[in-house]
């Protein structure tokens, strides 16, 4: 299995808290991603990184900003959480030939 | 934009019945395609993939066979088990800029009871 932790694996929070999620790899892989998983929607990608200090973003980006300052981590941040963040939250990477690895999933709740 | 659509679930069989989960799509180019499944409480793990048309992937007694002609990548198994029970998705990637970027359809869940 591809070296990739998930921190922490379950969260519940308050609106208007801020929230970070950490991902983290021991592969050195190069491509980093943050999707959500909600009923119906299956998943969309958050946002995206392609090196140190280079993301982007992805599908439903609003309300999250993203950090990466090493290789091997990857940070997810909810500025203010609200209730429509309540979702599972996957990381996955990538080394750019095709397939994507994915950690064991973030539930978090927003209350 | 690209797109992937998946049946609907869940798809509930008896053990040792055939499988068959559709999936069609949308997009410009010569994206790959793929295959991941979801066991409960899981992250998603990849189960085959097909790079180029008439490509047919395989593992674990799945397969699916990539028709560029019908936009179409389903998924089949001759005998599915009790632990084949998750939630399979189709995707694709196009490989824009030359990294992965991947296109998910909503997810199928399958239940096999004994």
């Known amino acids: 299995d591809a070296g990739i932790t998930q921190s922490p694996r379950h969260k519940v929070t308050e609106t208007g808290t801020p929230v970070t999620l950490r991902c983290h790899q021991t592969e050195n892989h190069r491509y980093m991603y943050w999707y959500r998983q909600d009923p119906g929607h299956g998943l969309r990608l958050i946002h995206y990184s392609y090196g140190v200090k280079d993301t982007d973003k992805g599908e439903v980006s609003d309300g999250y900003s993203v950090s990466r300052s090493k290789t091997e981590d990857f940070l997810l941040t909810l500025e203010s959480a609200t209730s429509s963040q309540t979702s599972v939250y996957f990381c996955?990477?990538?080394?750019?030939?095709?397939?994507?690895?994915f950690g064991p999933g973030t539930r978090l709740t927003v209350l | 934009g690209d797109s992937v659509t998946q049946m609907e679930g869940p798809v509930t069989l008896s053990e040792e019945a055939f499988l068959t989960i559709n999936c069609t799509y949308t997009?410009?180019?010569?994206?790959?395609l793929f295959w991941y499944v979801q066991y409960p409480g899981e992250g998603l793990q990849l189960l085959l993939k097909a790079t180029k048309a008439d490509d047919k992937g395989s593992n674990k007694g799945f397969e699916a066979t990539y028709r560029k002609e019908t936009t179409s990548f389903h998924l089949e198994k001759g005998s599915v088990q009790v632990s084949d029970s998750a939630v399979y998705f189709c995707?694709?990637?196009?490989?824009?800029?030359?990294?992965?970027?991947?296109?998910f359809g909503k997810g199928t869940m399958l239940l096999v009871s004994p």
């Open positions: 996955a990477i990538s080394d750019g030939a095709g397939e994507q690895f």
């Open positions: 995707a694709l990637d196009k490989l824009n800029s030359g990294y992965s970027t991947l296109t």
């Open positions: 997009a410009t180019g010569y994206p790959s």
